[in-house]
């Protein structure tokens, strides 16, 4: 069972900032947010993940709601090659100490020209 | 460059036949994933392992069988037990099994003749 929701489409202009949004209303409080992209018939790519804080890497920013039950991904500067499918995923305890990542459908980013 | 290989990237599999999918890391993670992707859902769990010679069954392991002999590789035994094994299959790795981001390879295609 999916713990994020997402929308399934989001278009975007090239060269304007992209947001992504995720929901994650039943996060706990030791539950990571993570988001991962992946392009058609290749594998996920790790973007980014917090806790708590924003996080800013070099290619995203991450913004998680003061009460974490959302958050968004932010592309600063979008170009052609993210069109992708971007997943938001909450990870969930398992097996001891050890984390499972729980995958949903994502959202499908189409950057126009 | 370190990263995560999995081979072949195409495989074709006749009715009754057992096929290993080849997955190496030079990333010098510990824990290690192999998912499997079917259209219309999300990436599943099929095994995980943290350490050498241990692993763990995942969500949907039946059918499917792993070894861990060595930190870098983890193969994955389609066994002809699995009875709808065309998909895409994904092999990840992490430092550990918590809280550190999962990297993935780009993939083996199976399919069935």
């Known amino acids: 069972d999916a713990k994020t929701t997402q929308p399934t489409s989001m278009d975007c202009a090239e060269g304007r900032a992209a947001n992504l949004p995720c929901n994650h209303s039943?996060?706990?409080?030791?539950?990571?947010v993570y988001w991962y992209r992946q392009i058609h018939s290749q594998g996920p790519q790790y973007i980014i993940h917090g806790l708590k804080n924003n996080e800013t890497n070099e290619m995203a920013s991450l913004i998680i709601t003061e009460d974490r039950k959302s958050s968004t991904l932010i592309l600063p500067h979008a170009t052609l090659r993210d069109t992708a499918v971007y997943y938001c995923?909450?990870?969930?305890?398992?097996?001891?100490?050890?984390?499972?990542?729980?995958w949903g459908l994502g959202t499908s980013l189409a950057v126009n020209p | 460059d370190g990263g995560i290989t999995q081979s072949p990237k195409y495989l074709f599999r006749k009715e009754g036949q057992n096929v290993t999918l080849s997955c190496e890391q030079n990333l010098n993670h510990d824990a290690m994933y192999w998912y499997r992707q079917d259209p219309g859902q999300g990436l599943r769990l099929i095994y995980y392992s943290q350490i050498v010679n241990d692993f763990q069954k995942g969500d949907i392991a039946e059918g499917y069988s792993v070894s861990r002999e060595k930190k870098e590789s983890f193969p994955l035994t389609v066994t002809s037990a699995q009875k709808n094994p065309t998909a895409f299959y994904l092999c990840?790795?992490?430092?550990?099994?918590?809280?550190?981001?999962?990297?993935f390879g780009d993939g083996t295609r199976l399919s069935i003749l």
């Open positions: 995923i909450v990870s969930v305890a398992w097996a001891g100490n050890n984390r499972k990542l729980i």
């Open positions: 990840a790795s992490s430092y550990g099994g918590g809280y550190q981001p999962q990297h």
């Open positions: 039943t996060i706990s409080g030791n539950e990571y």
